[in-house]
């Protein structure tokens, strides 16, 4: 239980020191809500930008709505939110009663090779606050990190920084 607690006050401090403008984005493999496995790296060539919450997060579900929003009104393809301490159950029931139709939620893809669960994730992330909101440009290189809550109209400059001019 101690080490629950210390891990919970840990993860809600939002410190992070994750991954930076510059590093190659960790690849990984996850599933989205149907099943059809998400692997980064073969997404190369597009702009992505992954959400790290937890649906126990305030200020993730107070910020979730508002991405989702922005991200329809900008097309945004590749939007992924990952959980690295939901259920897969969990995480997809969260979003499905939210509505929250522009943001992929990925979750846990067993018996692949590569990082395929969300906790895994986030530690080749580096992740150690939630919200986190990681921009990822064509080259599958890190453009931006946001931890915390995210404004909308600095989501919208994060995303003039990866998409194609």
Known sequence: MQKRITLLLFLMSGLA?????GDVAPDFTLNDATGKRVTLSSLRGQ?????FWATWCLVC???????NQEAGRAKMKNMFAVSATDTPKAALAYFKQ?????I????DAPRTKATSNGAAVAKAYRIIGQPVSVFIDQGGKVAAVHSGYLPPEQFRAYLKQIRPR
Do not use: F, I, M, Y
């Not at 702009?47 to 959400?51: D, R």
């Not at 579900?61 to 991405?67: C, F, H, V, Y």
């Open 98 to 102: 939210s509505r929250l139709g522009s």
């Open 61 to 67: 579900k107070k910020n979730l709505p508002e991405l």
């Open 47 to 51: 702009p992505v930008v992954l959400t």
């Open 104 to 107: 992929t939620p990925l979750v």
């Open 17 to 21: 020191s994750a991954v930076r403008p």
